[in-house]
């Protein structure tokens, strides 16, 4: 049985290769080249993708001996990651580029390049587990052992035809239990921090990076409180996201927070922390993992943000590809563009893109 190992220089999936190797499989190992690093600012240790994580990588497979080449997907991770992140914050969303990339570059276009290469399974560092239920003859997704590093949210995407081909040898360990690991082996990358920011935004400044790749500059505008009452001048409408305190450059009388975006008239309404909090969301572009479809109402776990803790709720299905989710409590800050992810105990039932 031969297996890919995708490695993106971080010691999760190099431990994951080891394990992948002390299971009985033939493996390679492959780093994804996704952008060229003087398309970015400076890069620092809390990304991915560097060339430093590349020649990690090939350090890695090379104390294995394991073969490794470097695969580049630069085009495909521009139109599908970066463009989608652009045209979010164009549209007044906040965007996931992470979900993105997982979902279009390394579980749609790595996988079907392993198949290709007759590869059996694609194996990646990720915190989860997979399962299977004959009873429902539906693979699954579960939570990882440790709670704490936990990456289902980020994998909601997953079909039934990549479960069935994905092997998450971490998804058992805990954080802790994979760096002995990698101190044991002696690899490079043992001590390694874990990738924090956008890799391809690694200063964190979302507009400036927008304005430099699309050469367009976003018109100064209102902030206005709900009444429509000018507050001062905003700096461009891609500058601010749903529950943005910081960084409004105003003196307010009264903590204030953004609450929408106004794109027709270029204005960002403020308001009152009180009024971010919402029961209801509707979210489209919808995957399923533990059914094929949601008949009537079923009671979940959900989460609008990847570190949010879960909150029960009530979901239906209004079409073949939305979700309407009502919460018990009313939730801050439910942002246009993230992922709700819906839960069943460990188990993921599904998530799809909030509108």
Do not use: W
Request: with cysteine.
């Amino acid at each position: 049985m031969k297996a890919l190992i995708a490695m993106s220089g971080g010691v999760d999936s190099s431990v994951a290769a080891y394990l992948t190797m002390q299971n009985g499989y033939d493996c390679t190992g492959v780093t994804l080249k996704l952008y060229d690093n003087e398309d970015t600012d400076e890069l620092r240790e809390k990304t991915c993708c560097s060339l430093d994580d590349v020649e990690d990588a090939r350090s890695v497979c090379r104390r294995l001996g394991i073969p490794f080449f470097v695969c580049n997907f630069k085009d495909s991770f521009r139109e599908n990651v970066i463009e989608r992140f652009i045209r979010a914050y164009e549209n007044g969303a906040t965007p996931n580029p992470c979900i993105d990339c997982n979902r279009y570059i390394k579980f749609e276009k790595l996988m079907r390049h392993a198949l290709e290469l007759d590869m059996d399974i694609l194996v990646t560092g990720h915190y989860a587990r997979i399962g299977y239920d004959e009873a429902r003859g539906r693979y699954l997704l579960k939570k990882a052992v440790d709670l704490s590093k936990d990456q289902s949210y980020v994998l909601y995407s997953l079909t039934q035809e990549q479960l069935s081909r994905l092997y998450l040898p971490l998804g058992g360990l805990t954080k802790v239990q994979t760096r002995e690991i990698a101190e044991k082996m002696n690899f490079i990358n043992a001590a390694k921090r874990d990738s924090q920011d956008i890799c391809f935004v690694p200063d964190g400044k979302y507009a400036e990076f927008i304005e430099r790749q699309t050469g367009r500059e976003y018109p100064c505008g209102d902030f206005v409180d709900e009444a429509g009452n000018v507050l001062g001048e905003h700096k461009g409408i891609i500058r601010y996201t749903v529950g943005q305190r910081k960084g409004l450059g105003l003196a307010l009388p009264r903590p204030m927070y953004v609450k929408e975006k106004n794109l027709a008239e270029n204005k960002v309404v403020l308001c009152d922390n009180s009024a971010l909090f919402s029961r209801e969301l509707t979210a489209g572009d919808i995957n399923l993992i533990s059914t094929d479809r949601i008949d009537g109402e079923l009671r979940v776990n959900a989460r609008v943000r990847y570190n949010q803790k879960e909150q029960p709720a009530t979901v239906s299905q209004t079409d073949e590809n939305t979700i309407r989710v009502v919460f018990d409590e009313p939730q801050r800050a439910i942002c246009k563009g993230q992922a709700v992810v819906l839960y069943d105990g460990d188990e993921v039932v599904g998530g799809g893109v909030i509108k």
